[in-house]
């Protein structure tokens, strides 16, 4: 059962019009003032392990550790998060000795869930093989042979360098890191661990880049040394490990999948787990946000994307969210046709893209109806994945960045959820906290919708 505090706090069950104005004013004061409705404790300190790889468009630790208390959830029982980014949620669930599976597409993702749930590594093997792969880093980096090596010369191919993205000087020493790397830890844990911290070192520090949330180039490029920022790096993740030990039970451990959450039962059932007593995840929001571009950097230098043909396979996973994960054999969208809450929203954008140059506008309304229709589905192998009862939380927000028009994304994902031929009972809807839209002055609300089978 869910706690008293989250039916307290739902103003659908007010019954006066009047009274559910009142709550739902209190709640907007609330978030202006603490940013949050459900009681963060402010001496709580989220950053270790998170603090490894995360992402601008992720997931709040304390958001995650408030929904596991308020849905009751508790050793012994299992939890999903079919979009499980950077790991966030199974990090919280290890914390309280809770078994999670994480879903994700995103190769670097995956490697940066799997590494930050692994607390079991010898911190001075750590140590030892962090002395061998600088010193043999800086004996690779003097080859001359690094100009032809595949990665730099799909920087080169890519532009990645030309734009700004990173030097052609550091990008010689990433991959002289990466090869010193690979030699030592030839296969392992230890090899993915000190993989993910290049990967945390290169976008934080070496990189000419920062996030705003979309990923832009500096004027003005960083003066950092490669082989020093990461050796910090490694010692931080080494020191979090040796925090982590001390504080919490090491023996629980998650499970990280490759794979798409629109078919998340048969992958749960393929890890040995037929079904899941909650789910808490944050999908992806239509905006136009391409989270391959995020972690574009990190997919080169790992070695998973080196051709256009490696990053369309890992579109094609993904719940199409952007123009640019739009392909012609998409056809997810005849899930929704019927649902008039949809048909409306692209009517509306196809209509104002009419007088627009630009070919993205002119697809934005077919994006919003591929996006919920692939919700639908994912919706769908969620509700099979749960045991009778189950609850899941969905975090989502609201959105206007296409041509001004706002898409009630929460709203609507609630109404497909409890559609008869999905099945999912809509408990309430929680106020997180409340965004600034990129465009028009509209307040935009991140909200967390809770149902049960």
Known sequence: MLSGDFRRNNPAKTGLATRRLSLVDSIYSMICKENTM???????????????????????PALVGQLIDRLSISEGQNLLDPFCGTGTTLVECQKKGITAIGLDVNPVCVLATRVKTNWQLSTDKIDSLLRLIVREARDIAKCPSLKSHKTYLHL?????????????????VVIALLEAIDRVCPKGFYLEFFHLAVASALVRKIADVKFGPELYCLKTRKRTRVISSFSH???????????????????????????????????????????????ITSPPYPNEHDYTRTHRLELVFLKYVHSLEQLRMIKHSMIRCNTKSLYKGDCEERFIRAFPGIRKVSRTLDDRAQDRSDGFSKLYGRMIREYFGGMAVHLKSAYGSLTQG??????????????????????????????????????????WRSLRGSTGNKTLHERVLIFRK
């Open 38 to 60: 459900i009681g963060v404790d402010p001496e709580r300190n989220d950053s270790a392990i998170h603090r490894w790889y995360s992402t601008v468009m992720g997931f709040d």
């Open 156 to 172: 080169l191919k890519s532009g990645m360098i030309r734009r700004g993205w990173i030097s052609a000087r550091k990008s010689i």
């Open 233 to 279: 790096t490694v010692r931080s993740m080494s020191g979090d490990l040796k925090s982590i030990s001390s504080s919490y039970d090491l023996s629980t451990r998650s499970k990280v999948m490759y794979g798409d959450a629109r078919d998340c039962r048969t992958l749960i059932s393929k890890a040995g787990t037929p079904t899941v007593d909650f789910l």
């Open 390 to 431: 189950g609850h899941s939380a969905y975090v989502v927000a609201d959105q206007q960045c296409f041509l001004g028009v706002h898409v009630d994304t929460p709203s609507i994902l609630m109404k497909i959820a409890t559609r008869p031929e999905i099945g999912f009972r809509h408990i309430e809807t929680l106020e």
